[in-house]
């Protein structure tokens, strides 16, 4: 075998790029060596400069497509390159579908290599419409001479990218953003700064209810005191009749989180309304509510059938948040309990379920580990188990939990390919994984969600 040899930032050469990473760069091998290539696309030859070099691998910049992939596109957005919240434009959509599932199949072959050779993965589910999809934006606000701006930083920098039309963003939320900071300049209105710390006003969060027409607008500050206020509110009321609440968030930390604890209703009502198929969510600043509706829904529609809930089962909605996916369920449940370490989040799951009336749906404090345990004690095992977890995946003493108690499925909902197949590992001792199906909730993004069918293997 060929000895790996060492590469030095500055060098160039040609590279076959074979796949895309988890995170959109284009992947090729050099002499034994891995090396991320940001905006390659597999398939194409190029020639590259290494950038950065690591024990494991390195990072190269382009400097000439000697071969371009068939599903190579120019991007729509003229600020792509600078912004990095989009990393896929320059692919065509139905390339981004297929690698998408890639990612998952080389996810499935670094950790449980048998598994990746004979479960079924499926197609990733795609929009129609892959654009302006996003229902929410935080836009960060900053001042440069007079001029107020509003967007994203670019991507490792302190320098904040001016945004007025978003590619990805609901058309509604840039038009209120641009008109905001506008109106903020023409009124003076202090602006944060990032370096003094000085300044009043930080971020500006726009939510529009895709389905009903609802908008909100939140502007986060450092503090309660705001000049101008009945102006201000006059103002903003006059950008759109879709605007039915307008609050202000008080943050005072030097932190990356967008909000303080504490909100401020300065005009209007304290939430939107928003529905999701045949559910309906009051949504209040600080609530968290996916990104894009449209596609929830069928994601959602994803791990209804993966249940295969016949009205008889006991649900149990693990890593709950405000209740959606068991709500989504509760109609061909007999019983649904679900848990969050969030309090807030689980007040608004018995919220939620009681405003829609579902008395066999009951919400708990704490860990799923926890719960399922003390259950277990008293008899209840579930017939289902449905798990939504943050990126970093399932807690290896739910894990445990879980094989204890064997439910005869489980749904495992995942935004991580990585993390899901590493959890495999375990799972796949008494779980046959009946399929796997991506579905594509980030259009232009790397990201991918997973819904997979997990069953109890007969002894």
């Known amino acids: 075998m060929s000895e790996k040899v060492l590469m030095e930032v500055g060098q160039k050469f040609p590279l076959t790029i074979k796949r895309l990473g988890i995170n959109g760069e284009g992947v090729g091998f050099y002499k034994r060596n891995v090396v991320f290539v940001k905006g390659a696309l597999p398939g194409e030859e190029v020639t590259v400069k290494v950038s950065k070099v690591e024990r494991n691998f390195a990072e190269a910049e382009i400097l000439k497509i000697r071969k371009s992939s068939n599903n190579r596109q120019e991007p729509i957005c003229a600020i792509y390159d600078e912004c990095g919240g989009c990393q896929l434009q320059h692919l065509t959509y139905e390339g981004q579908l297929k690698e998408k599932r890639d990612m998952v199949v080389q996810a499935l072959e670094k950790y449980v290599k048998p598994l990746a050779e004979t479960v079924e993965v499926r197609s990733t589910l795609g929009m129609d419409n892959p654009w302006h999809y996003r229902n929410k934006s935080s836009f960060q606000v900053r001042k440069e001479g007079k001029r107020v701006y509003a967007g994203l930083f670019t991507e ?172 989504w369920l509760a109609p061909h449940s007999k019983e649904v309990r679900g848990m969050d370490v969030v309090p807030e989040s689980v007040d608004d799951a018995k919220k939620n379920a009681r405003n829609h009336g579902f008395k066999h749906a009951r919400y708990y404090t704490g860990t799923a580990e926890e719960w399922l345990a003390k259950w277990r004690k008293e008899g209840f095992i579930p017939d289902v188990i449905t798990v939504d977890p943050p990126r970093t995946g399932l807690a290896p003493s739910f894990i445990k939990t879980v094989m204890k108690i064997k439910p005869k499925r489980f749904i495992y909902t995942s935004c991580n390919p990585s993390t899901f197949a590493k959890d495999l590992q375990e799972l796949t001792k008494i779980y046959k994984v009946d399929y796997i199906q991506p579905v594509d909730m980030f259009p232009q993004t790397a990201r991918v969600e997973i819904v997979a069918k997990l069953t109890l293997k007969s002894k």
Not at 182 to 193: F, G, V
Not at 204 to 233: A, N, S
Request: aromatic fraction near 4%; hydrophobic fraction near 35%; charged fraction near 25%.
């Open 156 to 327: 490792g920098t302190n320098k904040l990218l001016n945004i007025n039309d978003c590619a990805v963003q609901h058309p509604l939320t840039s038009k209120i953003t641009v008109a905001t900071r506008k109106i903020l300049q023409k009124l003076n209105i202090t602006i944060y700064d990032g370096k003094t710390l000085d300044g009043l006003v930080r971020t500006i969060v726009v939510r529009t209810g895709i389905k009903t027409g609802e908008t909100q607008v939140c502007l986060v500050t450092t503090r309660k005191d705001l000049p101008h206020k009945e102006e201000l509110i006059e103002r903003m009321l006059k950008i759109d009749p879709s605007i039915v609440s307008i609050t202000q968030n008080i943050n005072r930390e030097k932190t990356s989180l967008i909000f303080g604890d504490e909100t401020i209703l300065l005009h209007g009502k304290e939430t939107i309304h928003e529905n999701l198929g045949e559910l309906a969510f009051d949504l209040s600043s600080r609530a968290f509510f996916q990104l894009n509706p449209e596609q929830t829904i069928h994601l959602y529609d994803e791990i209804k059938k993966a249940a295969d809930l016949s009205g008889k089962e006991k649900v149990v909605d693990a890593y709950c948040g405000v209740g959606t996916i068991g709500l």
